[in-house]
């Protein structure tokens, strides 16, 4: 399998297979991250670094991020993805853990 660059390769291989969830999802098609407009350095916006991120410094990240995802021709698909495997970290799709969170408070009423 090609790598997915810097966002998807890591995140997805450090943090998600061990759960088992990220194996079952990447049996469907996953081609549409070869089109991610976040690969490469600008995934770094993507996430949180590892400690002491201020409150400031993540909105700025976070719109970062958003705008890069504007700009992406895979953002649907990759909003739905993040839901689906209800992934809890990072910008995916345009939206923060939180607004998908809050998303799916929404849904699941
Ligand atoms: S929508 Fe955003 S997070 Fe998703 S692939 Fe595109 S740039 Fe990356």
Redesign the pocket.
């Known amino acids: 399998m090609a790598s997915l660059g810097p ?1 998807f390769g890591s995140q997805l291989n450090a943090a998600h297979t061990p759960g088992g969830v990220l194996v079952a999802a990447t049996m469907a098609d996953m081609t ?2 070869a089109r ?3 690969r490469g350095p600008q995934a770094r916006a ?1 996430f949180p670094p590892g400690a002491g991120e201020r409150r400031h410094e993540r909105a700025e990240r976070e719109q970062r ?1 958003k705008a ?2 504007a700009q ?1 021709s ?2 649907t698909a ?2 739905e993805y993040a839901v689906s495997i209800r992934e809890r970290h990072g ?4 939206l923060s853990e939180s607004e998908r969170r809050a998303m799916l408070k929404t849904v699941d009423a």
């Open positions: 966002k549409w991250q991610a407009a976040c993507f991020a890069i995802c992406c895979v953002q990759c909003l910008v995916w799709g345009g």
